[in-house]
């Protein structure tokens, strides 16, 4: 199984506009300091969900994280038509979006 770009693209939508709560500037700046912090680029937020979730807690601190990570957490489910399930984490959710929306891989010669 490979990750699907289209799949990867609605999840960095659906984490920009959860975001955006923060005004375009408190977005930006929060970008930012995650790529100087921890070396993660927008595009690279969920291939390491588990790194991204504890550098918001880091910058925002748990309140601030708990309450973007909600956010975040509806924005995908209400984004990829999930049930609401309160109990997943930031870095569970992308993992469980990205392992349901997978497309699978041709193999050569089997007839898929």
Do not use: W, Y
């Not at 100087?36 to 588990?50: D, F, V, Y």
């Not at 550098?55 to 924005?75: C, D, P, T, Y």
């Not at 209400?78 to 699978?104: C, D, V, Y």
């Amino acid at each position: 199984m490979s990750a699907d770009p289209d799949v990867e693209q609605r999840i960095l939508q659906c984490i920009d506009e959860a975001l955006g709560t923060l005004g375009k500037s408190g977005r930006k700046a929060l970008l930012l300091h995650l790529e100087k912090s921890a070396g993660i680029k927008r595009k690279e937020i969920s291939t390491n969900p588990e790194l991204f979730a504890s550098e918001l807690n880091l910058i925002l601190g748990r309140q601030g994280a708990v309450l973007v990570s909600k956010l975040i957490v509806k924005k995908l489910q209400t984004g990829f038509g999930l049930r609401q399930k309160s109990n997943l984490s930031l870095a569970e959710t992308i993992k469980m979006i990205k392992a349901t929306q997978e497309k699978p891989r041709h193999v050569a010669g089997s007839g898929l």
